[in-house]
Structure formats: C-alpha cells, structure tokens
Nanobody, 128 residues
C-alpha cells in the first residue's frame, strides 16, 4: 500500500522556521519525483517545490526561492522541506505527493494533476 505521511507543521511567528517531513512507503522511492504543494482556504492548490529522487535535481516556485530548501534521504524514503523566513502568506495546508518518473532526468513538474499519490497534509500557520 502506498503511503505518504507528512509531519512537522505548526504555528510559528513571521520570520521563523519549520521543517516538514514526508515519509514514503509502498513504492520504489528512487523512481519518483516528490513534490510539496500547499493550499490556503479558498485558494487553489499550488506547487511549492519538487525533487527528482533519481538525479537529485530540485525546483522551487518563485515565491519560496531562497527561503525554502527541499532535500531527500533516499535511504529513509523521506523528503524534507526546510522553510525559513516564513511569512503570513505561507500559511496553508502543505501536502507532499509522488509522481512516477518515466525517464530519470525528466524536467521538474509541479502540476498537481500529474501526481499519482498524495499525503493527508500538515497545517502551517504563520502569525504576523
């Protein structure tokens, strides 16, 4: 059974940091791209960052570049999202998702409709 389990969310003051984790099981981790998405109330789900577990390449949405860092521990089948300099507009439910790679060096893709498996999400709230 495929599972993606997020953890690490919480309430933090603006300027603070959080580290989200996404623990994966039930599929061959190295064959997938893992993406982080977020959804604020009344808003569409948007891509934040993704990492290709085959070649290690990463991608960031413009609003988080320089503040967020995605990393992967393939031995633990876990992806992390280190979030620094948090802003109130980062407040959202954060989800990780997995997308099968058909070629190891595929370009990154943050279209949520292209992802096959999803976690249940973890809430991040940034207080101004």
């Amino acid at each position: 059974e495929v599972q993606l389990v997020e953890s690490g969310g919480g309430l933090v003051q603006a300027g603070g940091s959080l580290r989200l984790s996404c623990a994966a099981s039930g599929f061959t981790f190295d064959d997938y791209e893992i993406g982080w998405f977020r959804q604020a109330p009344g808003e569409a789900r948007e891509g934040v960052s993704c990492i290709n577990n085959s070649d290690g390449s990463t991608y960031y949405e413009d609003s988080v570049k320089g503040r967020f860092t995605i990393s992967s521990d393939n031995a633990k089948s876990t992806v992390y999202l280190q979030m620094n300099s948090l802003k109130p507009e980062d407040t959202a439910a954060y989800y990780c998702a997995a997308r099968l790679l058909y070629h190891h060096d595929e370009p990154p893709l943050l279209n949520p409709y292209e992802y096959d498996y999803w976690g249940q999400g973890t809430q991040v709230a940034v207080d101004s």
